[in-house]
């Protein structure tokens, strides 16, 4: 089972980056999928969180009309495209098959994080 985020990199204030994240080993198109991130020394924050078949997409406020979630189950790929990136976007961001439902994922819902699976991270760096 693996889920891989790439696309990250170093991006000034205002910049876009387009993470991508590449399943295999289980049935993607099954599972919802979310973008969580983690800063040095803070907890893990879910930033989107999308369903199986990509009819529902959610966003914690700080991403709302930012950043967009999409997937492509016959590719086994989920993106999140992130503009207008400030330097507190800054963070390594990973995938993950949520176990809990996308309201907790982007903080609609109080709840503790848990995975089926979750994938290595990706760093996004935003210089001001």
């Known amino acids: 089972v693996q889920l891989q985020a790439s696309g990250g990199g170093l991006v000034q204030a205002g910049g876009s980056l387009k993470l991508s994240c590449a399943a295999s080993g289980f049935i993607f198109e099954n599972y919802n999928i979310g973008w969580f991130r983690q800063a040095p020394g803070k907890e893990p924050e879910g930033v989107s969180c999308?369903?199986?078949?990509?009819?529902?997409?959610l966003y914690r406020e700080s991403a709302k009309d930012r950043f967009t979630i999409s997937r492509d189950n016959a590719k086994r790929t989920a993106y999140l495209e992130m503009n207008s990136l400030k330097p507190e976007d800054s963070a390594v961001y990973y995938c993950?098959?949520?176990?809990?439902?996308?309201?907790?994922?982007?903080?609609?819902?109080?709840?503790?994080?848990?995975?089926?699976?979750r994938g290595q991270g990706t760093q996004v760096t935003v210089s001001s």
């Open positions: 993950a098959a949520p176990r809990v439902a996308c309201e907790v994922v982007v903080g609609l819902r109080g709840g503790v994080y848990e995975y089926d699976y």
């Open positions: 999308i369903s199986t078949g990509g009819g529902s997409r």
